[in-house]
């Protein structure tokens, strides 16, 4: 279904030239190019449904409510992949309707299963820290083992790993300084004593500048996602672990510090994330695991099995 255009508007603005203006407007608030191109997939999308030469001003929650639908019945989206597409088009709407151009509604995202988020197992890990010989294997297979340490250690997204200088780590500090966020705002995160012994043996095997990449290519140049995420494919398939996204070591670390009973607060400022919502849902995610030992650790069961427990008669 598509929606009918009314007669125009002189004042009126409309999609197509709106989002110009919008566009101007969050390159003055110095979005990031991936923030933009996020936008403008959303608008395309929406335009599908909705022509770019409609205006502005008719386009109401009803609109939005069938756009849903549309979404639904042509697209063939999960409620994530709807829920996605809905904020996107949330922020250019809202900035419309701050500009008096969309009349004001809430606009809200769809009721959706959370799935447990996947991670790796401790068996996989095992495989895949295994240390190569530094003296046999190629740079790459030595590289990527450092770089899935790291991954392990951390919880960096892969735009911050592949942006990393060998300045940026202080040794002496114990401390990783993340310049390239996807947030952009600096970070300085701790570095553990074994990542520290890690990074200290690539570096001087690695060599190079203050201000050359860490993890690089054979050529010393900077690693691009694609060009790393096919090199751990390729790594992780060559030591038996069919799991092969550099996304889901991130995954691993928040579930792993949360079972080992870590601060949740820490956990958001390590992540990077801006608020607790995804924190929490990580907690959620993983509710089946935190029950694992649960009776062995809880404090009252611990009282009870030390025959200290006080029944009323």
């Not at 190019?33 to 030469?53: G, V």
């Not at 639908?69 to 996107?88: D, E, H």
């Not at 701050?98 to 959370?114: R, Y």
């Not at 095997?205 to 990449?213: A, S, W």
Request: with cysteine.
């Amino acid at each position: 279904m598509r929606i009918k255009l009314t007669a125009p508007n002189s004042k009126a603005k409309t999609i197509s030239e709106g989002f110009k203006e919008f566009n101007r407007y969050c390159r003055v608030k110095n979005l990031s190019e991936k923030t933009l191109d996020f936008y403008e997939e959303c608008l395309a999308r929406f335009c599908k449904f909705y022509p770019e030469e409609g205006l502005l001003s008719d386009i109401t929650q009803q609109t939005v409510e069938e756009y849903i639908l549309f979404l639904k019945t042509n697209t063939g989206f999960n409620s994530v992949s709807i829920n996605s597409s809905l904020r996107g088009l949330r922020a250019i709407l809202y900035y419309f309707m701050k500009t008096e151009h969309v009349p004001e509604f809430k606009i809200q995202l769809v009721k959706s299963e959370k799935n447990v988020k996947e991670t790796y197992t401790e068996a996989e890990l095992r495989l895949l820290l295994k240390k190569p010989d530094i003296k046999h294997c190629i740079f790459t297979e030595y590289r990527d083992w450092v770089i899935i340490n790291y991954l392990l250690s951390t919880g960096n997204r892969l735009n911050t790993v592949i942006n990393l200088r060998i300045g940026n780590i202080d040794f002496e500090n114990s401390v990783i300084m993340l310049e390239k966020t996807k947030n952009r705002k600096q970070q300085v995160v701790p570095l553990s004593k074994t990542l520290n012994k890690v990074l200290a043996e690539y570096v001087q095997y690695r060599k190079g500048e203050l201000t050359d990449y860490l993890f690089c290519s054979i050529y010393g140049e900077k690693l691009t996602p694609n060009a790393l995420g096919h090199s751990i494919r390729k790594y992780n398939i060559k030591r038996g672990v069919g799991k092969t996204s550099i996304h889901l070591f991130r995954h691993t670390f928040a579930k792993n510090w949360i079972l080992a009973g870590g601060d949740i607060f820490r956990l958001q400022k390590l992540l990077g994330h801006s608020s607790m919502d995804i924190v929490r849902e990580y907690v959620n995610m993983f509710s089946d695991d935190l029950q694992k030992d649960f009776d062995r650790f809880n404090p009252l069961e611990q009282i009870a099995c030390n025959g200290s427990y006080i029944t009323m008669r």
